[in-house]
């Protein structure tokens, strides 16, 4: 029995340290494993599952709004990164240089794309003429490097996966009604396949993308409290169109620039899911991104006839859900906790004295609950409890959100809540980059997003400088 | 009508220039456009949906066969790539390399992958330990990179998109056995799904990859007579184990070295494709592969009710197959050019007259052929053409291939047949390298395979140097 518990005792509970906590959880579940090219990691099949899922799931829901997918090199001439000015300060402090190819040294050094825009912009100048060229609706499905110095596996590594949807349109409308719709697919994918709630907003000046008119944000809190950015959506204007001479003949044959968007996800949001659902017996994954839903566990396997059981139950449910058998020789108590480790969200256990009164035993992952149930309502009943967890870990998480929302009427409050209370503060702003600034050094909070649903007045002062407020801000410590 | 036809114009004919034939379908085709990085294509959409198909298919048969994906870092430390010494020499002259990182230079280059076998084998040699760890039968979908000198879409690049499985083994057996499964697999998919008809063999030492013990390939012959090797399976023995220390305990508590495979295709299949089925009108799809296989293009538009009657066809056939109105403000002629430029393998044509007549016009793709068929059979029909459409074209380049392998008996012969008729020629072997690097030398002809299927001794001397053969080779010049 000790045996059985080893996976188990070996994860960190989140309460004593979050960060090992989740480092412990990666490692455990099989999720990733570090490579020995410093700053990236090595993704397993695990890991892989899930970001096939998400990533299928999406591509679906893209398609659905007339998404192209395309591909484009994976490196950028130094020249073009430099076309956009704001572009290539944001991006050039932390991008991989190749200068040699082959025997001979580059006569232009060629940086590994940390993002496609000015890829997409030297394709569009030419793919684009008239008016009937328009709108491209394109994305691609990649990966991408950036230099950073501290990695954290799906969180921050030198290389993720991501896709980047790139757009242009013939006017500013509807280049901004693209970038909302996107924002608001993402907010949906997140609510609705991966049960986790987001703050829909905008992003300040400060925080925008390098090169944006406007960003707006999906932002998810972990477990702990600290905030996740889990989706981007840029509105760029016609500011790369104008860097980059991206121009159309509209139908009165007059010359105009396009408008575009960018808009992103990647390999972090396997991050968002471990810490927003995950729980010290390891990874908890909602239903419908779990590669292996339902894990059947024989019990006394050596008996005649327990395997074929779990098998001819495995055949039924297969129609209804993504289900395995673990018939390996471990201990059925081992592999309770490899199942549990691994977030698989049911368990069906099923033993001779089971057999013998045509039933099994069923266990929900989230919240350990444990019932009996006939083989022959299990057709009915484990679509049913699938759905039922998929729920119930949205209301849990969103639960959890909203009771570590705080407001801050004034500054002495707003460091208290830092301090004492992790989560989201809501405290107004006069609009100065300055209090922004002041309460990033003071507190590392950072202003996480202007919320679209949330508008409310708390106070008619900044929550800093004590100036005249302009909007509502969401604050928070992020990853 | 001189301007419908300006698509077909365009493109230069097959007979008279088979390359520039190439260039222009995959440009007019609007499968790729070049980038401003040399060498690097960029994948349109036309392109890269067909990719996706590949993709989706091969992946669903890889795991039919319990390979599970994963994804490896871009990048690898010179001393890793280094580890192997035949490897090293095979790549180290064409990968590039990335010598800045941020604003730093590096302590180590990294080379960006151009194939990951070091990669894995790093893994490997900590992820496996006991014999409960094998087999791992692991596969990832990425880009990889290679410094060529000479380019062109999809054949050779500098970067292109590919799979590449790694898979290792307890017992050399089981790592063969793996090697010549994927070979097959690879060949059923070529044979079944892109209507391709390929000869399964081994390549000769000189020809094997870099580090294996042995490759396996399946080459397809291009309508032009030219040999396109279209996928590889590599054995490599034990050999990357003892040079990586991958070593695992059996159940008799023995240390052991695994023994290793890997696999790949790429997005060269898209110009196998193009080159084996394509026209003068452009590309030809098989159905199967075929992103769109039915372009309904209504006649008189305009007129009441014609619209209406294309997109309740639509509605109908998209339960049967992948269906699109190509309702643009274009003629009826240029729709049909683009059509057929884009190798859609079925057109619907419905007017005014037709409606009147409860019924519309089918035209295949591959044959030109017309046919009149009532609404009311339409959802007989169509797919039932699909289905003859991929099983006739399957015939056609099978019989064409056919057509063109001739046998060499002597050296004279084999010159004459290399510079006269284009094709693959069968010819005698000795073993000895010496011949093949003169047949090369003399006529650019290389040695393709040691076939599967074919084992005739079609006379006792070697065609190069007339001294006792050992055996029957495929040769051809190739792309």
Same mark, same amino acid.
């Given at each position: 029995?000790?045996?059985?518990?080893?996976?188990?005792?070996?994860?960190? +509970?989140?309460?004593?340290?979050?960060?090992?906590?989740?480092?412990?959880?990666?490692?455990?579940?099989?999720?990733?494993? $570090?490579? &020995?090219?410093?700053?990236?990691?090595?993704?397993?099949?695990?890991?892989?599952?899930?970001?096939?899922?998400?990533?299928?799931?999406?591509?679906?829901?893209?398609?659905?709004?007339?998404?192209?997918?395309?591909?484009?090199?994976?490196?950028?001439?130094?020249?073009?990164?430099?076309?956009?000015? !704001?572009?290539? #300060?944001?991006?050039?402090?932390?991008?991989?240089?190749?200068?040699?190819?082959?025997?001979?040294?580059?006569?232009?050094?060629?940086?590994?794309?940390?993002?496609?825009?000015?890829?997409?912009?030297?394709?569009?100048?030419?793919?684009?003429?008239?008016?009937?060229?328009? %709108?491209?609706?394109?994305?691609?499905?990649? &990966?991408?490097?950036?230099?950073?110095?501290?990695?954290?596996?799906?969180?921050?590594?030198?290389?993720?996966?991501?896709?980047?949807?790139?757009?242009?349109?013939?006017?500013?409308?509807?280049?901004?009604?693209?970038?909302?719709?996107?924002?608001?697919?993402?907010?949906?994918?997140?609510?609705?396949?991966?049960?986790?709630?987001?703050?829909?907003?905008?992003?300040? !000046?400060?925080?925008?993308?390098?090169?944006?008119?406007?960003?707006?944000?999906?932002?998810?809190?972990?477990?702990?409290?600290?905030?996740?950015?889990?989706?981007?959506?840029?509105?760029?204007?016609?500011?790369?169109?104008?860097?980059?001479?991206?121009?159309?003949?509209?139908?009165?044959?007059?010359?105009? @620039?396009?408008?575009?968007?960018?808009?992103?996800?990647?390999?972090?949001? /396997?991050?968002?899911?471990?810490?927003?659902?995950?729980?010290?017996?390891?990874?908890?994954?909602?239903?419908?991104?779990?590669?292996?839903?339902?894990?059947?566990?024989?019990?006394?396997?050596?008996?005649?006839?327990?395997? =074929?059981?779990?098998?001819?139950?495995?055949?039924?449910?297969?129609?209804?859900?993504?289900?395995?058998?673990?018939? &390996?020789?471990? +201990?059925?108590?081992?592999?309770?906790?490899?199942?549990?480790?691994?977030?698989? %969200?049911?368990?069906?256990?099923?033993?001779?004295?089971?057999?013998?009164?045509?039933? *099994?035993?069923?266990?929900?992952?989230?919240?350990?609950?444990?019932?009996?149930?006939?083989?022959?309502?299990?057709?009915?009943?484990?679509?049913?409890?699938?759905?039922?967890?998929?729920?119930?870990?949205?209301?849990?998480?969103?639960?959890?959100?909203?009771?570590? /929302?705080? =407001?801050?009427? !004034? @500054?002495?409050?707003?460091?208290?809540?830092?301090?004492?209370?992790?989560?989201?503060?809501?405290?107004?702003?006069?609009?100065?980059?300055? *209090?922004?600034?002041? /309460?990033? #050094?003071?507190?590392?909070?950072?202003?996480?997003?202007?919320?679209?649903?949330?508008?409310?007045?708390? +106070? !008619?002062?900044?929550?800093?400088?004590?100036?005249?407020?302009?909007?509502? /801000? @969401?604050?928070?410590?992020? $990853?």
């Amino acid at each position: 029995m000790a045996k059985d518990k080893k996976l188990v005792e070996a994860i960190t +509970s989140m309460e004593e340290d979050f960060a090992q906590w989740y480092t412990d959880v990666v490692k455990k579940a099989e999720l990733v494993d $570090y490579s &020995s090219v410093k700053g990236c990691m090595i993704i397993k099949p695990a890991g892989f599952a899930i970001w096939e899922n998400i990533r299928n799931e999406l591509d679906r829901r893209f398609k659905e709004t007339g998404v192209e997918n395309v591909y484009m090199p994976v490196f950028i001439p130094e020249s073009l990164l430099q076309k956009e000015k !704001d572009h290539v #300060e944001g991006f050039a402090p932390e991008v991989a240089w190749v200068t040699k190819g082959g025997l001979s040294e580059l006569t232009e050094p060629l940086c590994v794309r940390p993002t496609s825009e000015t890829l997409f912009c030297d394709f569009y100048k030419n793919d684009i003429q008239s008016y009937r060229d328009l %709108p491209k609706v394109y994305n691609q499905w990649c &990966s991408v490097v950036r230099w950073e110095k501290e990695t954290r596996p799906f969180l921050r590594s030198r290389e993720f996966l991501w896709q980047e949807g790139h757009t242009a349109h013939a006017t500013k409308e509807e280049a901004h009604e693209r970038t909302i719709q996107m924002l608001n697919l993402y907010a949906d994918f997140c609510e609705e396949y991966l049960a986790m709630p987001v703050v829909r907003g905008q992003k300040t !000046d400060k925080e925008k993308f390098a090169g944006a008119d406007a960003t707006y944000t999906i932002e998810a809190m972990m477990h702990d409290g600290k905030a996740l950015q889990s989706g981007t959506s840029h509105d760029f204007g016609d500011g790369f169109a104008k860097s980059f001479e991206i121009q159309y003949t509209d139908n009165e044959n007059k010359l105009k @620039y396009v408008y575009q968007t960018s808009w992103g996800m990647t390999t972090r949001l /396997i991050g968002a899911i471990i810490m927003v659902h995950g729980d010290d017996s390891g990874l908890v994954l909602p239903p419908r991104v779990a590669p292996t839903q339902l894990m059947i566990v024989p019990i006394r396997q050596d008996k005649d006839g327990v395997l =074929d059981k779990a098998m001819e139950l495995k055949g039924k449910l297969s129609l209804l859900c993504r289900v395995k058998v673990d018939d &390996s020789d471990k +201990s059925p108590g081992w592999k309770f906790a490899e199942q549990e480790m691994r977030g698989i %969200p049911l368990r069906l256990e099923v033993g001779p004295k089971d057999i013998e009164n045509s039933q *099994c035993v069923l266990v929900r992952r989230d919240t350990g609950e444990k019932m009996t149930v006939a083989f022959d309502e299990l057709e009915d009943k484990v679509p049913e409890l699938l759905e039922q967890i998929q729920n119930d870990m949205f209301e849990r998480a969103k639960a959890h959100r909203d009771k570590h /929302i705080y =407001d801050a009427h !004034d @500054y002495d409050e707003f460091c208290d809540i830092v301090v004492n209370k992790p989560g989201f503060i809501r405290g107004m702003w006069c609009g100065d980059k300055a *209090c922004e600034d002041k /309460i990033k #050094e003071d507190t590392t909070a950072t202003s996480r997003c202007i919320p679209f649903e949330d508008n409310e007045v708390i +106070s !008619d002062k900044c929550v800093c400088c004590g100036k005249p407020a302009k909007k509502l /801000i @969401y604050w928070g410590k992020a $990853y």
